[in-house]
């Protein structure tokens, strides 16, 4: 009797967005390892992880404490109600969680599923607070994308088959002084990363985001920061813009959050403050809705992984382990490594000479030389390998794949 293969099913049912998915097949994954399902001889290929599915599983893979929190929750209840409208307990305290990493004044949280429903709802929030209508991003900066989100998206390959997207949206560029005076009184909000993550790693000069602090305090518009892939540990920090100059120097209005917050649950948050998100209330009545923003097993999961990363100090450990990729990576073919503690940026000549590179290091796993080691390129730098593992990656693994990436590049 024909069998259907779940590699087939795959191709046939499940929406694809590229001509060349992955198609690993996968069985199950643990700390910074996935497994493909095994072959006809029993035999399960190891993938080292160094990319943490994006920016998803900074704590690893299925870890003890998260998949705990998940079970406890389980047998408690899952979706009640629509958001904010009952109490319950696993939203509570990860607001309170997260507002204690946060500096006084970012202390209200309002939860969705992903980072582009975060974005989507910060920037009604922008538009509702200040009463205006433009919104600046960046130039080469990834927000999201649904066609909100996607209108702060500042590669116009992304966006033009979708247009008309929102009015009134500017692009500056990243980093350079001289746009810092296109924010004006008629700037809601800037949309900003305070690592460029897409766009291949950039990290800001020195001065430039307390820059643009005081640009949106003395024009009144609101300075919202995407720490969607630079939050919960990544860069050094619990958030990126702790390390962008003296502490408290640099405080944005909004907060946007999400990917590496999960532990593996799909979740996101933007964070305010009171005053700002009190809009919300009236003008009209529940002016933002989600039904299933702040889900309880999600935000079990979510408080989980903070402790873990707060507790384990994983922030404190990832410069130091992204300096050892950096002192590991020497190879002619590599022209540069930029980055910010674990979100790093190896970049080659061209796409063609980094995909095969990506494609050799990954089918490593199949020889007896170890496993296999996934990376990835950036939507805006594809000549650029991504290299951001799970927190928990020990000084041994980045050894073993360094080795790999190095034998996939000779």
Not at 17 to 41: C, H, M, Q
Not at 152 to 161: A, I, P, T
Not at 253 to 274: Q, R, T
Not at 333 to 348: H, N, P, Q, S, Y
Request: hydrophobic share 40%; charged share 20%; glycine share 10%.
């Amino acid at each position: 009797m024909y069998s259907v293969t779940h590699r087939q099913l795959f191709f046939q049912h499940v929406a694809q967005t590229s001509d060349f998915p992955l198609a690993l097949e996968i069985d199950r994954a643990e700390g910074v390892y996935i497994y493909s399902t095994a072959d006809s001889d029993g035999t399960s290929t190891p993938y080292m992880d160094l990319i943490s599915g994006i920016g998803v599983s900074n704590v690893g893979h299925r870890h003890p404490r998260v998949l705990e929190a998940i079970q406890h929750q389980l047998d408690k209840y899952l979706h009640l109600m629509v958001y904010g409208e009952y109490v319950q307990t696993p939203q509570t305290q990860l607001a309170q969680a997260l507002a204690s990493t946060l500096p006084p004044g970012l202390d209200t949280v309002y939860f969705t599923n992903s980072g582009t429903e975060a974005v989507e709802g910060a920037m009604k929030l922008a538009k509702r607070y200040t009463g205006r209508t433009e919104v600046i991003s960046c130039v080469n900066a990834y927000h999201g994308a649904t066609q909100g989100a996607l209108s702060l998206s500042g590669d116009e390959n992304f966006k033009r088959n979708y247009r008309p997207l929102l009015p009134d949206v500017r692009h500056i560029r990243y980093s350079n002084w001289d746009d810092i005076d296109q924010i004006g009184p008629r700037t809601a909000a800037v949309v900003m990363e305070v690592v460029g993550a897409e766009a291949g790693v950039r990290v800001p000069d020195a001065g430039y985001l307390q820059a643009v602090r005081q640009r949106c305090t003395d024009v009144g518009a609101l300075l919202i920061f995407d720490e969607i892939q630079t939050g919960f540990g990544r860069t050094g920090t619990f958030w990126a813009f702790e390390g962008a100059g003296p502490a408290g120097a640099v405080v944005p209005d909004i907060v946007l959050c999400a990917k590496g917050m999960g532990g593996g649950m799909p979740i996101g948050a933007f964070i305010s403050s009171a005053q700002i998100m009190h809009v919300f209330r009236n003008n009209p009545v529940l002016g933002h809705i989600t039904t299933f923003g702040g889900h309880p097993v999600s935000c079990a999961a979510s408080l989980a992984t903070l402790q873990v990363i707060r507790d384990e100090k994983l922030y404190e450990q990832a410069e130091a382990k992204g300096q050892l990729f950096r002192q590991l990576l020497k190879h002619p073919a590599i022209r540069d490594i930029r980055g910010k503690g674990l979100l790093l940026a190896v970049e080659f000549d061209s796409f063609d000479v980094l995909k095969p590179i990506i494609d050799r290091a990954i089918a490593g796993g199949a020889s007896d030389a170890g496993p296999g080691v996934i990376t990835d390129w950036f939507l805006f730098c594809n000549n650029s390998m991504r290299i951001a593992p799970p927190l928990i990656i020990t000084d041994e693994q980045i050894r073993e794949a360094c080795a790999i990436i190095l034998k996939a590049i000779g």
